[in-house]
């Protein structure tokens, strides 16, 4: 499955005549303890477990070994910077914090350090406009298209009306929870329906106020920004109050196993965007084997396969196509940071690309590029099936409204560039 090109060639002809090969490093900012461990460690399994095969397959990326640098957050923001601050000088080649806390706090001190950030589906929205921020991409999707996506699943399910309908979003009281409320309060405006918004503190343990609400305002709808312990309370508190689960969904970070199972039949019915598809990839086997059955997971193989897992695994890949681009782009195998990000800017994910990869259709067909660091925004629906143990994807990549949220990205990261005295353009 390696990249067959003659720049390819032409670098492995590069490379073997150096005298000696860095490591490519590669941080993991994760939380395997805490009350967001269900979701941090087979994300952070996915995302090591990826790496271990390329280096146990193909010798790494372009000739160079990978070296994963894990440190553990918590979820904790000031951890998640004294993790970054102890990691940059290893030679860390790009960040994916998997935090919108942290991620707030490193988009400063990155773009300083000139080292890439990469938040997959999360992070700070408006850092889709590459021309503001030069070094954070988001691609393939970021919050507010999840909320396009959300709503027009349900215009959809509703003969392409909503007016008159409610809904009301459930979610974390901090900013990640708070991400997608600007662009739900515009498509409220634009489609008519009524927007209601009960916040949860973390961790998300104590939620029975909120649901009282719901029952007694019965919306038509819950639409749900959680993680961690706040996902499966929220779908238990749901069925206690027996709420329709077909009317309630989750975002892509409320939509992994260890959110449905502890309700068992109750959360049947229950529905979640997300970013990536889950099937039996090829490239699952042959982590198995190469990498599991070897003795080289970077957890216990439980999480083999599951939606988190996957994800990390997805994160883990793009980077390495940015790093393999990166390569391309200058002709030289032991690449930095500044050049990773040109790898990124230049990323292109094409269907016969995933494919090669093992990984055919696991996300939507993109190109990044100076102007436009946030992918196609596209995003699927699927549902928990409980007697399966299964979630069962029930749409293809859905679109967002690009009329709604290019304008509200083009806002706030104008009011960024003129807060931090940032001139736009391309480097």
């Not at 002809?13 to 087979?42: E, N, Q």
């Amino acid at each position: 499955m390696k990249r067959k090109t003659l720049a390819a060639m032409a670098l492995g002809a590069a490379v073997a005549g150096s005298s000696a090969l860095a490591d490519l490093v590669i941080p993991d900012l994760s939380y395997r303890t805490g009350p967001y461990a269900a979701g941090g460690t087979p994300f952070s399994d996915g995302y090591q477990d990826y790496f271990a095969l390329l280096n146990a397959r193909d010798g790494g990326i372009g000739g160079e070994t990978i070296r994963v640098v894990e440190c553990e957050t918590g979820y904790n923001t000031e951890k998640g910077v004294e993790c970054y601050e102890a990691t940059k000088g290893e030679g860390a080649l790009i960040y994916q914090p998997l935090s919108t806390g942290i991620t707030y706090q490193l988009i400063p001190k990155a773009t300083a350090d000139e080292i890439p950030i990469h938040t997959m589906g999360y992070g700070r929205t408006s850092a889709a406009n590459g021309e503001v921020f030069n070094w954070v991409f988001n691609y393939p999707a970021n919050y507010w298209d999840a909320a396009s996506v959300a709503v027009n699943y349900l215009l959809d399910e509703n003969g392409g009306s909503l007016d008159g309908k409610t809904i009301a979003l459930v979610y974390h009281n901090s900013a990640y929870g708070k991400e997608p409320i600007r662009t739900l309060e515009a498509l409220s405006e634009m489609h008519g329906f009524e927007l209601s918004q009960l916040a949860v503190d973390h961790p998300g343990q104590e939620q029975k106020s909120q649901w009282l609400q719901i029952r007694r305002e019965r919306p038509d709808y819950v639409l749900m920004w959680g993680w961690g312990v706040m996902n499966q309370v929220a779908v238990q508190e749901a069925a206690n109050i027996n709420f329709p689960m077909e009317n309630f969904i989750g975002n892509w970070w409320a939509g992994a196993e260890h959110d449905v199972t502890p309700a068992g039949a109750a959360a049947n019915g229950y529905k979640s965007l997300n970013m990536n598809r889950v099937i039996d990839y090829p490239v699952l086997e042959e982590i198995k084997t190469m990498v599991h059955d070897a003795g080289n997971a970077a957890g216990d193989g439980s999480n083999l396969g599951s939606v988190l897992y996957v994800r990390g695994m997805y994160a883990a890949m793009l980077a390495a196509e940015a790093i393999a681009k990166a390569q391309e782009i200058h002709g030289v195998a032991d690449v930095t940071p500044a050049m990773v990000r040109d790898g990124m800017a230049a990323l292109e994910m094409s269907a016969g690309r995933m494919e090669e990869l093992g990984m055919a259709g696991i996300g939507p067909e993109f190109s990044v590029s100076c102007q436009n660091h946030g992918g196609s925004g596209e995003g699927i629906v699927q549902q928990w099936n409980a007697s399966a143990s299964t979630w069962e994807p029930l749409t293809d990549f859905i679109t967002p409204d690009k009329s709604v949220i290019e304008p509200l990205i083009a806002e706030d990261s104008a009011a960024f560039a003129s807060e931090n005295n940032i001139t736009p353009g391309c480097l």
